[in-house]
């Protein structure tokens, strides 16, 4: 079974009958290359030097360029991408500022006059980067290339090699960033890691390993209960484990929820699959399966239901177009049913207006709910029930009561003590419905509690991270404590902070040297030696 990140956890598949995986390409670095990581918070990498990105806004400006590596990104799509609509008139100004940020954190050492990483094109940037070299392509790849072992009868290197493709995910894709570019991306991958489970799912069934695939199964239909796929898999593993009844049971299920949410019968795979536990057909791996669709396959388009929900009148259906309930269940599973590619239930323009649907529900909700929420999204799209308590200053067990009314509307999905957003656009909606002035300050807030109960350096950075860059007093003296531990878990955040306090009226001459020595070794982990032995020299001239 996978968390939310896609990263291992309990029972896996059993292996020992399985090939190793052959990629198609090579996977290791070459010395100097430019690497970057975007399923997940946004790093990269020269060599074994990782690079100091900066805050939020060059981050994006840099995911962007990230994602669409070798082309030339013009400045308005930059500017519409990471700042939106309604831009401020300084944004052409940032964005020179941040590019330059970052071509010296790219290449500190680049000459004058010299070629670039990050090039101007004409009225446009383009980064120099090998699109195979971040984690996205490499994603995508290998569920290229599990879909090509499927297709030649090989589910059991399909596995492992799907294994490999999750394995690249590391939390929430550009995790951090806002902006209409960062939030559309964020949508798509997310959409894309769930195709790729289910197809793990369809490779392990054809492999003959139905028990192994149950949990991960039910997991899947527990985060995105409106998609059809995972039940249909999730039947078909009971039955082939030899439990028919508990499959025919999860099309009961299946059923109360298509119709009571979306007002619909179950489409044809599900029927297919009941038929064929039904008649209690031969437990053994078809070429294809009961759908009709080849194992991994995307699923086949399904008209848009028009059908309103029990009990509602014909008139009152016209008018209403589809059913709030059907809306509000679309938005916050976000396209379930569906791949990045080939939308199930209608194409990505009809679900633009998703986000709207999503704050309506939201709106919803009790007002000490919805607080609770809007803290809770600062953390993530999954964060600890602890963690909640420290920002909020309250006790875990009087969060109870808002966590479970959020989990009955939907909101959340219960994980015990790390509740996980439904799907991130819901926690996109909360966090980007809180102003950003207000945001940073409540960035600021949640640093400083997380600091207080003893959090890992790297959570209290994180936080610190989204803020506009000023330096309160008490950040300079807990980097003073943090800053080794923070080196080890995070050496580029060190350096950002570390830079940020420097530049701050709150360093003074003591506090400076020793925080001059900190950068100095947050440098070195990050390969800027020249910058290090600098920063060495200031240290001892003060302490001298």
Avoid: C
Wanted: no cysteine.
């Amino acid at each position: 079974m996978r968390d939310v990140a896609g990263h291992p956890s309990g029972r896996r598949a059993d292996r020992r009958h399985l090939p190793a995986v052959t990629h198609a390409g090579p996977t290791e670095v070459a010395e100097g290359a430019l690497r970057v990581q975007l399923l997940g918070p946004v790093r990269a990498w020269r060599g074994n030097r990782e690079i100091v990105l900066g805050s939020s806004r060059p981050r994006a400006v840099f995911a962007m360029l990230a994602m669409r590596a070798a082309a030339v990104v013009r400045r308005e799509e930059l500017i519409a991408g990471v700042w939106g609509e309604e831009a401020p008139a300084t944004a052409h100004g940032s964005l020179h500022t941040y590019v330059s940020a970052l071509r010296k954190a790219l290449e500190p050492d680049r000459e004058r006059g010299g070629a670039s990483l990050l090039e101007s094109v004409r009225s446009g940037y383009r980064l120099r980067l090998d699109p195979q070299r971040s984690d996205v392509a490499e994603f995508e790849r290998l569920r290229e290339q599990a879909r090509r072992q499927l297709g030649a009868g090989d589910p059991g290197g399909a596995v492992r090699t799907l294994d490999a493709a999750l394995e690249q995910w590391r939390g929430e894709p550009l995790s951090g960033l806002s902006g209409p570019f960062a939030q559309a991306q964020r949508h798509r991958l997310t959409e894309g890691r769930t195709a790729a489970r289910e197809q793990r799912a369809e490779a392990a069934l054809a492999a003959g390993m139905p028990a192994e695939v149950v949990a991960e199964l039910a997991a899947l239909v527990g985060e995105a209960p409106l998609r059809e796929r995972p039940r249909e898999l999730l039947m078909l593993a009971l039955h082939r484990s030899g439990r028919s009844a508990e499959a025919l049971e999860a099309f009961r299920e299946a059923r109360r929820v298509l119709v009571a949410e979306l007002g619909v019968e179950p489409g044809p795979g599900l029927r297919g699959v009941h038929e064929h536990v039904l008649a209690n057909a031969p437990d053994q791996a078809p070429a294809t399966g009961p759908t009709g669709r080849p194992p991994g396959a995307d699923p086949a388009p399904r008209p848009r239901p028009t059908a309103a929900p029990a009990g509602t009148s014909p008139d009152d259906a016209r008018q209403a177009g589809a059913p709030p309930r059907q809306r509000v269940a679309e938005a916050a599973d976000a396209g379930a049913g569906s791949t990045p590619d080939r939308p199930d239930r209608e194409p990505a323009s009809e679900r633009e207006p998703a986000s709207e649907d999503v704050a309506g529900r939201l709106d919803d909700l009790s007002g000490p709910t919805r607080e609770v929420l809007r803290w809770a999204a600062l953390l993530g799209v999954e964060f600890a029930v602890d963690d909640l308590s420290a920002v909020l200053s309250r006790p875990a067990p009087g969060l109870a009561r808002p966590l479970e009314e959020a989990v009955a509307a939907g909101v959340l999905r219960n994980a015990g003590r790390r509740p996980v957003f439904r799907h991130p656009l819901i926690r996109q909606a909360l966090y980007e419905g809180t102003p950003a002035a207000l945001r940073v300050a409540l960035h600021q807030q949640a640093a400083q509690a997380l600091a207080r109960s003893g959090a890992q350096a790297e959570q209290v950075a994180g936080q610190l991270l989204a803020t506009d860059g000023d330096v309160a007093p008490w950040v300079v003296e807990w980097l003073l404590d943090a800053a080794p531990a923070l080196q080890r878990q995070a050496p580029a955040a060190a350096v950002e902070l570390l830079q940020r306090a420097l530049r701050s009226p709150q360093a003074g001459a003591d506090r400076g040297a020793t925080l001059m020595t900190h950068l100095a070794d947050a440098l070195s982990r990050v390969g800027r030696d020249t910058e290090a032995r600098e920063y060495r020299r200031r240290a001892a001239a003060r302490t001298g």
